[in-house]
């Protein structure tokens, strides 16, 4: 009977140790990157707000031409007539160098509208899985909190991320330079964003594990993952903290506002196209 209740203990030993989960996320480093997110929104406002200057500009000019070559046909024969033709002649250049800097608006604006925004939903999607798997009032088991609790945020705004429902363009029109800065997305933290002591083992998102049902990552050592729309890379693994997930470095690297190595990356590329609408001068 005693081998009997042996062999019992040791099989439910045995299927706890094949149940263990892995770590919890670190809820700062989704904040940070909530707020990397809400930037990154802000491009098709930021690109309205220059288009609109950009479009005013062509239309006075255009507006001025118009008036000037009326007034140079109103006064023909005066000495005035050639002024205002001389005048029209200079409105004219303006309204063309300005129809050109639109030309010109058109594919930077679009890039860093739809870069910005689908990094952002990307971000915010994530956000929002974790979130939801972890909030409750009271839970033993979370993806997502500090390293004692779940996270409190009870929405997905509470984390600083956009809301899905809220479409309507923000009023700030300009990015936060502290946010984003010409070296990098200066409030990310490159560093593993795995929690440790007690929750280091309370959520299965990271365990690594042979091909079966039961786990999330059918593979014992997973390569090349990233989530989060590429700001983290996740290393999930079968041996409990062996597992990691970590912020890419982006805080830094940049130069002269650019990421070199963007190609494929497409954190890197959400940055460079939001430089690049925010460089884009409007003066004429």
């Given at each position: ?41 802000k ?19 255009r ?56 990094l952002?939903?990307?971000i915010?999607?994530?956000a929002?899985f ?5 909030y ?30 809220d ?29 440790t ?9 990271l ?13 014992t ?24 997930a ?19 990356d ?7 196209t939001?430089?690049?609408l ?6 004429n």
């Amino acid at each position: 009977m005693r081998t009997a209740r042996l062999v019992l203990l040791l099989l439910a030993a045995e299927g706890k140790k094949a149940a263990a989960t892995r770590a919890a996320f670190k809820d700062t480093a989704i904040i940070q990157l909530c707020e990397v997110g809400m930037q990154l929104a802000k491009a098709p406002a930021v690109a309205l707000a220059k288009y609109k200057v950009l479009t005013g500009a062509a239309t006075a000019a255009r507006a001025a031409e118009m008036l000037s070559n009326q007034a140079a046909a109103a006064n023909a024969g005066e000495n005035s007539s050639t002024l205002f033709k001389a005048i029209a002649l200079a409105a004219d250049r303006c309204a063309n160098e300005a129809t050109k800097r639109l030309e010109d608006f058109a594919p930077v604006s679009a890039k860093a509208a739809l870069t910005g925004r689908k990094l952002s939903g990307a971000i915010s999607e994530m956000a929002e899985f974790l979130r939801q798997i972890s909030y409750k009032t009271a839970a033993d088991n979370y993806c997502l909190g500090t390293a004692a609790a779940a996270t409190a945020a009870k929405t997905l705004t509470e984390l600083g991320c956009p809301s899905f429902e809220d479409i309507t363009l923000p009023d700030d029109v300009k990015y936060d330079t502290n946010v984003i800065t010409p070296s990098g997305f200066a409030k990310l933290t490159p560093s593993s964003i795995k929690q440790t002591g007690t929750a280091s083992t309370k959520c299965v998102f990271l365990k690594g594990a042979a091909d079966a049902a039961s786990v999330l990552w059918r593979e014992t050592e997973p390569e090349g993952l990233k989530i989060l729309a590429g700001f983290v890379d996740l290393t999930p693994h079968e041996t409990a903290n062996s597992e990691d997930a970590t912020m890419a470095t982006l805080n830094s690297g940049a130069q002269n506002g650019r990421f070199p190595d963007a190609a494929n990356d497409a954190a890197k590329t959400a940055f460079n196209t939001a430089q690049e609408l925010n460089e884009f001068s409007t003066d004429n």
